[in-house]
């Protein structure tokens, strides 16, 4: 049956006249729907399977359907099924191939206890937990990428910053195990994110659930959910899954930017201290010399667009009120954009810290430099001396006032213990070049947790171990999905070779 302007809607019964042009491009949705076409297939197969299995629907007619829902998945893995924009969104695109495949009888009876609002944002639950996990992924990569040259560069030494001004010496792995620190918390948001995402909305309908005696666990655990949205409401209507994922995403991009923004700033020739290899750097179209770290300067870019599409999506259901809004729609392109940056910076910044060249020599250099040990000469006062620290700051402050106006530094090692004796606390300089060498001064930081090479070494482990055993963790998420996958299509398989 078809409405009475013989429109192919689905919906047209109602309806005494076709949708006026402009409104159906601004009210279809298949552009962001082609993302989902695969879960849309699989969620239809699943609700189907428990239709038959509740006996809602009769066997022939799950065999129509599910014969045609295999054919709608061939076709799209074929790349041949093409979304038409006229059937507004790729549910009602997949059910009308089904009925013009099935006839309107078995086809007509899919939709049974199913309502696009329960339906979409199954989907949408899906294709995003497909996204997390890969991104999950990636970011162990490039978690495994730092780690490995944190070891490697456990004991080399580099300026530490405050204020972007050189502070005290730091080790490189500390550096590096700092961010890889940081990445290990992005997992744990996005593993929560995935958790809360991961819940089966399916069964929910409209959005008071159905008078028909169905098996939500059932379409749940073939659809590989780890459990359903247990209010049918709530189940259609929140979208807090997505806020958090994009919300852990955006935080993860901070933190990927700021280690950007160290690939830019530290392969200057005025820091020198790491170059990108060529790679992951583009030229300039006017002066033949430059080499530039562009990916890390895109990849905080990418962040902006990522911190945007959370904003948007925070925008968009702020004010909505119970049950399903059209204004829904427009939740999926921010995530398949957002998901899309990640995705791809994860990818680039992995290459970037796989190829870059540490340049350990200048780093050494710089460690030291403006004077970045004085804080450990003051410690000294303090621990071999008995004097307060802020009598210690006083004294070894006016000493670099003094170095600074002579154009000396703490590696002229006479002139300090010269200054120092001269103000009462007695030195040599043999002393003096022991307390601030820079391998010194690090190996002298003694906290948990410092940038001494043993509690380097220490944090990496700790991180590496971390790290596998949320390999493992992202490893049996997805491997839940094909199991969920591979139990459809053996049901499905069944019925069609009717066993
Ligand atoms: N394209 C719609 C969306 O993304 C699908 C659900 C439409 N539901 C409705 N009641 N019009 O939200």
């Not at 302007?5 to 005494?16: C, Q, T, V």
């Not at 490697?152 to 195990?177: R, S, Y």
């Not at 399916?202 to 073939?222: C, H, I, K, N, V």
């Not at 290899?277 to 990522?306: H, W, Y």
Request: proline share 3%; charged share 25%.
């Amino acid at each position: 049956m078809k409405g009475k302007a013989g429109s192919e809607k689905l919906w047209g019964g109602r309806f005494s006249s076709d949708l006026d042009g402009a409104m159906l491009s601004f009210s279809e949705s298949t552009e962001a729907d082609s993302e989902m076409i695969a879960e849309d297939i699989w969620g239809s197969e699943a609700h189907a399977l428990m239709l038959h299995e509740c006996g809602i629907i009769a066997h022939e007619d799950l065999r129509e359907i599910l014969r045609w829902l295999e054919t709608a998945r061939e076709k799209f893995e074929a790349g041949e099924l093409e979304l038409r924009r006229e059937l507004e969104d790729v549910h009602m695109n997949v059910e009308s191939f089904l009925r013009e495949g099935a006839g309107p009888e078995a086809g007509g009876r899919l939709h049974t206890a199913r309502s696009r609002n329960d339906q979409v944002v199954t989907d949408f639950r899906m294709r995003l937990r497909r996204y997390l996990l890969d991104i999950r992924s990636g970011l162990a990569e490039l978690r495994g990428a730092l780690l490995e040259l944190a070891l490697k560069h456990a004991e080399d030494t580099m300026p530490g910053f405050t204020h972007t001004q050189h502070a005290q010496p730091i080790t490189v792995g500390f550096w590096l195990a700092a961010h890889a620190a940081g990445l290990a918390r992005d997992e744990q948001r996005l593993a929560g994110a995935y958790l809360r995402t991961n819940q089966c909305p399916l069964g929910a309908a409209a959005l008071a659930g159905t008078s028909f005696p169905t098996d939500r666990e059932l379409t749940a655990r073939l659809l590989g959910f780890d459990g359903i949205v247990f209010n049918a409401l709530d189940a259609v209507q929140s979208r807090d899954f997505a806020i958090e994922s994009l919300a852990a995403l955006s935080a993860l991009m901070t933190n990927l930017s700021r280690m950007a923004e160290e690939s830019v700033v530290f392969s200057s020739p005025a820091f020198g201290m790491l170059e990108v290899d060529d790679a992951f750097a583009t030229g300039s179209s006017i002066m033949p010399q430059k080499k530039n770290p562009c990916a890390g300067e895109l990849a905080r870019a990418r962040t902006a667009a990522v911190h945007g599409r959370l904003m948007e999506l925070l925008t968009l259901l702020k004010a909505l009120p119970s049950g399903y809004n059209r204004d829904y729609q427009n939740d999926k392109p921010p995530a398949w954009e957002a998901c899309g940056h990640v995705v791809a910076t994860l990818e680039v910044m992995t290459g970037m810290c796989r190829t870059m060249t540490l340049k350990t020599d200048r780093m050494a250099e710089l460690a030291g430099a403006e004077f970045a040990s004085a804080t450990e000469l003051a410690n000294y006062l303090v621990r071999e001396r008995n004097v307060p620290f802020r009598d210690c700051h006083e004294l070894v402050g006016s000493l670099v006032g003094a170095l600074v106006e002579e154009g000396a530094t703490l590696d002229d090692h006479e002139r300090v213990a010269q200054i120092m004796t001269e103000r009462g606390q007695e030195i040599s300089a043999d002393q003096v070049a022991e307390i601030v060498e820079p391998s010194a001064v690090v190996r002298a930081q003694k906290s948990l947790g410092s940038t001494n090479p043993e509690q380097v070494l220490a944090c990496v482990a700790q991180l590496r171990c971390d790290l596998s055993a949320e390999v493992e963790e992202i490893e049996a998420d997805a491997q839940h999905l094909q199991d969920a996958r591979d139990e459809t299509a053996r049901r499905v398989r069944e019925v069609l070779d009717g066993n």
